[in-house]
């Protein structure tokens, strides 16, 4: 059974104490930090860039897990990687607007993690040229754009798949799940195989940032 890695997403944190939020989730025991980028058109929604990636940069020794849920992707690649993501994560959608295969190829180069997403609308079929390109799958369990949906059980079938895919292989991916994951929604993810478990609301809006990690890894 691989180590089960949370990895709070900062678009729930208290912006106004940004730092100090970064240093309370590492103290509580996070293993990733999950950076939500957001352009205002992949998305409806516009969150925050590189700069903000900085920052959180020189607060925490964890590894920064960022999700560009952006257009043209590639041509941002190389700001986040300066401002020291350690894995970069694309969605393979056609509206995502970029060269998947080349852009993973891109992250790699830049000596970061690649990751590749899709929406809970996006067929798991889409993802088959790209599986052997990339250390990571994310499955959204939410459509993205906003932190405190509900969980959406359906994209079990995705993970699991994903699970199956690994058992072929000699180099497993990381399956990692995002989108209403507390700690019921993260017992069904890692019972159908995920390992890394994304969380905003359920982690800073719980009053024990390091009780909640624990019940989501299910300590
Ligand atoms: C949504 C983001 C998710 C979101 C998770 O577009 O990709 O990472 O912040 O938030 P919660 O855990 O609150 O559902
Ligand atoms: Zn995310």
């Known amino acids: 059974m691989p180590k089960i890695l949370v990895a709070p997403s900062i678009l729930a944190a208290d912006f106004s104490n940004l730092a100090g939020e970064v240093r309370k989730v590492e103290s509580a025991g996070a293993d990733w930090v999950h950076c939500d980028i957001m352009d205002g058109h992949f998305v409806d929604n516009i969150s925050f860039g590189p700069m903000v990636v900085e920052v959180v940069r020189k607060q925490t020794k964890l590894p920064l897990d960022v999700h560009l849920m952006i257009e043209h992707a590639d041509h941002y690649v190389p700001r986040f990687v300066d401002a020291g993501a350690n894995s970069i994560t694309v ?4 509206e995502a607007r970029h060269d998947v295969a080349k852009t993973l190829q891109q992250i790699r180069d830049a ?3 690649a990751g590749l997403t899709l929406n809970p609308a996006t067929s798991f079929d889409l993802l088959e040229p790209f599986l052997d390109k990339i250390d990571m799958l994310l499955v959204m369990t939410v459509h993205p ?4 949906q509900s969980f959406r059980a359906g994209q079990m079938e995705k993970v699991k798949r994903a699970a ?7 180099r497993k991916i990381d399956i990692e799940v995002d989108g209403g994951i507390n700690p019921e929604t993260a017992r069904v993810s890692i019972q159908n195989g995920a390992n890394v478990l994304v969380a905003g609301t359920s982690i800073f809006r719980s009053r024990d940032y390091a009780k909640t ?3 989501l890894r299910g300590d």
Do not use: A, L, Q, S
Not at 91 to 94: A, G, L, Q, R
Not at 164 to 170: G, P, S, V
């Open 213 to 215: 990690i624990r019940d």
């Open 145 to 148: 754009g906003f932190g405190g």
């Open 91 to 94: 969605h393979v959608e056609p």
């Open 111 to 113: 000596g970061c993690r």
């Open 164 to 170: 199956e895919w690994n058992k072929t292989r000699d």
